[in-house]
């Protein structure tokens, strides 16, 4: 429990925010190699060009592969393992046998889906300095030789390509292997009993993880408490100031994080229980076409949405305002509406599975129209999906840079992650910078804590749902 | 002939006992199953059935006491080197092979030649009579198809013992007295030692020689399916097989004879040598209704009381008769024209002293 509940933090910052504090822990002159320096005289380069790029990614992705396989693991029967071995099997090859097998589907899936997220990172790579990638190319390209610039949309249509690539495999890793092979009764693989030395080396190997996944946030929160860090395992000196600095000049990111994410998450929200219902409720002919078109967008990378919007409405006058569409601050929210439509759209859509449909027609039996139908009994008794959709929109909306990169025109309208960008440009601003780091992180964090309870104690006051639905499928 | 070719083995167990964590689950199983013979282990939920089988298998918590099969204690031995054979309630097929990679798996596993393998794994499918599905993938099978090839990938390892864990509970009603025939005349073919979980006692008295009735973590009683109905040991056999009539009271000197008192006043004389507090059980079919006036043969006793309930069910009707503060369960033989006890009406029970049996509380 300890170990997932660790392994999913990093999600809640964004990558990029993590490489300055990486490289400041592993970097030439990171506290990692100055240490290795002092006791053994050898140095690793960690953070050097393009390793620092897949170090900053694998350990900031990690947790994704962990909740897909560990959710693989959770929905493979018991008595799948078990038959296996009162057929003689066991050890290594019980797991390469059966186990491995059986899971193989959500680990595709989810290597495919870091694929996606580390190919549209644009932060990252630009934070390190490596700029022979494709997503930094394409910024690069668009920001320094202009918007008319072809290469930038050649890279676009590239980085869309390889991106729906990704999402195809993942879906055809998952295609007609719907393993999860859980029948009532008992769920998930047995728990085995360790020997005391093994409890003890599996430790040792956890700790070493975690202590990696969480180097970042440790890095970041040093960063944003201390002075002055170069050429020293700790910093210098630890002090308030950089929050200090960042509420009395910064708080104008904070506001619009809150406002742009929390609108986009809301209209997510929105359309994903219209699709949801759409597509799982009605005949309406192509409503599976809503549901693939809703979800390709999660292969479309931030970059390119950024550079589509920004190309498309150029010109586009809004009447009353009088400028452009493209450097409005709506066109922000238009576009992280667009990315996180998809975590919505699955929440949702897995809510409304939760719901029997008897449950719709015992109301529409007693007078109800379908529209209040819908109000007064799906949308209550989804209120929990929903809600985690809301959380998760919201939560990945307000740490996206890559859209939002292109799109903010004035430093005035611009959200979080752009800000501690601009902060992390500058040696001087990087503590300022962290601080505001931490600062998000401890926002979404609180706010999927709270969420999660909320959940929690809903489901408990659910159980009759959940035995009418059950009575529907049995 | 089949080319599978088992050699039975018996199962013993000795005070066996297993607990989940403070929970004592099974308490002090004592149980020898012949070679060969087919055994049920019949209870209801809860009542440790299916750990049992499981702890013969090597899964869930050790345990402690012994396990012996041929003879050779096994309960140290982790659940692959154990050869005994489990058929999961759930089938367990793995959704990743074939039916013949499913089925060959135990062979793979045992180092058996590829050659062999082949003519191993096609006449198990033959004896289930499904190998022209053999490349066929499990989720593309009935569920009474997936059934016969979980059987099939268990006895093609020619186990010394076959587990089947609620084998039947999966299928629908017409299907399961279907499979459950199948069971039995494969077993029979195979003389293969078989140890059958199940909470439906139909299934435990048409397949099984013997069973083992659990309730709570222990054994009730154990014997053939009809000395069990009959002549059940406690109040919860008797009631957990069937239908029973259980009237709460004692046994007490009368006459130079034994009587039943009930406590809400009925008197009926029994065959005891026993005294003191008891049940007097006996069977609704055991019981004849007839008019108010009717007289009992000899070695029978009579009980008058009034119809307060009737169900029509088909082949007999079934009337609700007080006696006193008792109510009596009772069975008529339905045939054309015969007469029908009206509710509120005054009968007779006769009750045959053969029929009635006494339990301790």
């Not at chain 1, 989810?110 to 700029?131: M, R, Y």
């Not at chain 1, 249509?157 to 993942?170: E, H, K, P, R, Y």
């Not at chain 1, 979080?416 to 964090?445: D, H, K």
Request: include cysteine; charged fraction near 15%.
């Amino acid at each position: 429990m300890l170990i997932q509940t660790l392994g999913i933090i990093p999600l809640i910052m964004p990558p990029f925010v993590g490489a300055v504090a990486m490289a400041l822990l592993f970097g030439a002159n990171g506290s990692v190699n100055l240490l290795l320096d002092d006791w053994f005289g050898f140095n690793i380069p960690f953070m050097e060009g393009l390793n620092g790029v897949i170090f900053v990614e694998s350990i900031h992705y990690f947790p994704f592969i962990l909740i897909n396989l560990s959710a693989a693991l959770n929905n493979i029967d018991r008595a799948m393992e078990e038959s296996a071995q009162n057929l003689g099997a066991y050890g290594v090859r019980l797991f390469r046998r059966i186990v491995f097998p059986l899971a193989m589907p959500g680990y595709v899936a989810g290597a495919a889906l870091v694929f996606i997220k580390v190919f549209d990172d644009l932060g990252t790579p630009l934070l390190l300095n490596i700029n022979n990638m494709l997503a930094p190319q394409a910024y690069l390209r668009i920001t320094s030789i202009g918007i008319s610039d072809p290469m930038g949309y050649v890279i676009s249509v590239i980085l869309v390509a390889f991106s729906l690539l990704a999402l195809w495999v993942s879906l055809l890793a998952l295609r007609g292997k719907d393993y999860s092979t859980v029948q009532k009764g008992g769920g998930g693989l047995m728990r085995r009993d360790l020997r005391t030395w093994e409890k003890v080396g599996c430790y040792a190997v956890v700790i070493l993880i975690l202590l990696l996944v969480l180097s970042p946030h440790l890095g970041l929160l040093l960063l944003s408490f201390g002075t002055v860090w170069s050429f020293s395992v700790l910093p210098d000196a630890y002090t308030f100031g950089h929050y200090v600095t960042v509420f009395s000049e910064a708080s104008g990111y904070i506001t619009n994080t809150l406002l742009y994410a929390g609108l986009a998450a809301f209209f997510d929200v929105i359309i994903g229980t219209a699709i949801a219902y759409i597509v799982w409720r009605t005949g309406l002919p192509g409503r599976k076409w809503l549901d693939y078109g809703a979800t390709a967008a999660l292969a479309v990378p931030g970059v390119v949405i950024g550079i589509g919007y920004l190309r498309t409405y150029h010109g586009f006058n809004v009447p009353i305002i009088d400028q452009p569409l493209a450097s409005w601050w709506v066109i922000i929210v238009v576009a992280l509406t667009i990315r996180r439509l998809p975590y919505a759209l699955r929440a949702c859509m897995a809510a409304l599975q939760q719901v029997s449909i008897m449950l719709e027609e015992a109301a529409e039996n007693l007078g109800a129209t379908k529209g209040r139908t819908v109000w007064r009994v799906v949308v209550p008794l989804m209120s929990g999906g929903i809600l985690a959709g809301f959380v998760t929109s919201f939560a990945t909306a307000s740490v996206e840079l890559s859209a939002t990169l292109m799109l903010v025109a004035v430093d005035s309208d611009a959200p979080l992650a752009y800000g501690i960008y601009e902060f992390m440009q500058s040696a001087a601003g990087r503590g300022p910078g962290a601080a505001l780091g931490v600062i998000g992180v401890v926002f979404v964090g609180l706010g999927t804590y709270f969420s999660h309870r909320i959940i929690e104690r809903s489901r408990a006051s659910r159980e009759s749902t959940a035995i009418v639905a059950e009575g529907a499928t049995a | 002939m089949t080319s599978i070719d088992t050699s039975a083995a018996g199962v013993d167990i000795e005070s066996l006992n297993l607990s989940f964590d403070d929970t004592h689950v099974l308490k002090g199983i004592n149980l020898s199953i012949e070679p060969g013979e087919f055994f049920a282990f019949l209870g209801p939920s809860g009542s440790g059935k299916s750990t049992l089988l499981r702890a013969i298998a090597g899964f869930g918590p050790t345990p402690n006491g012994r396990i012996l099969i041929g003879g050779e204690e096994i309960a140290h031995l982790p659940p692959w080197k154990r050869n005994v054979g489990m058929v999961f309630q759930s089938y367990a097929l793995w959704p990743h092979m074939t039916v013949r990679r499913n089925v060959a798996f135990g062979l793979e596993e045992r180092k058996v030649p590829a050659r062999e393998i082949v003519t191993r794994v096609d006449a198990a499918l033959e004896m289930v009579g499904l190998l022209d599905l053999a490349e066929r993938r499990p989720a593309q099978l009935s569920g009474g198809q997936q059934q016969r090839i979980a059987l099939a990938r268990t006895i093609v390892v020619e186990p010394r013992v076959l587990l089947l864990d609620e084998p039947l509970s999966n299928l629908d009603a017409n299907l399961r007295i279907q499979m459950r025939r199948e069971l039995r005349e494969l077993q029979q073919k195979l003389k293969l030692t078989t140890i059958f979980v199940t909470h439906d006692q139909e299934e435990a008295n048409t397949t099984s020689d013997r069973m083992a009735v659990l309730n709570d973590g222990v054994i009730q009683q154990i014997g053939t399916p009809m000395a069990l109905y009959d002549n059940p040991a406690n109040l919860f056999v008797a009631t957990f097989l069937g239908t029973a009539n259980v009237l709460a009271g004692a046994v007490e000197d009368a006459g130079g004879g034994a009587q039943f008192n009930s406590v809400d006043g009925a008197h009926i004389p029994v065959d005891s040598a026993e005294r003191g507090p008891r049940n007097l059980m006996f069977r609704p079919q055991n019981v004849t209704i007839a008019a108010a006036d009717a007289s009992a043969d000899a070695g029978g006793v009579r009980l008058t009381g009034t119809v307060r309930h009737m169900e029509f069910l088909g082949s007999i009707i079934r009337y609700a008769v007080a006696i006193g503060a008792d109510t009596v369960l009772v069975d008529d033989r339905h045939q054309q024209g015969a007469p029908v006890f009206a509710i509120d009406n005054r009968v007779s029970l006769l009750l045959p002293k053969d029929q009635l049996t006494v339990l301790q509380n």
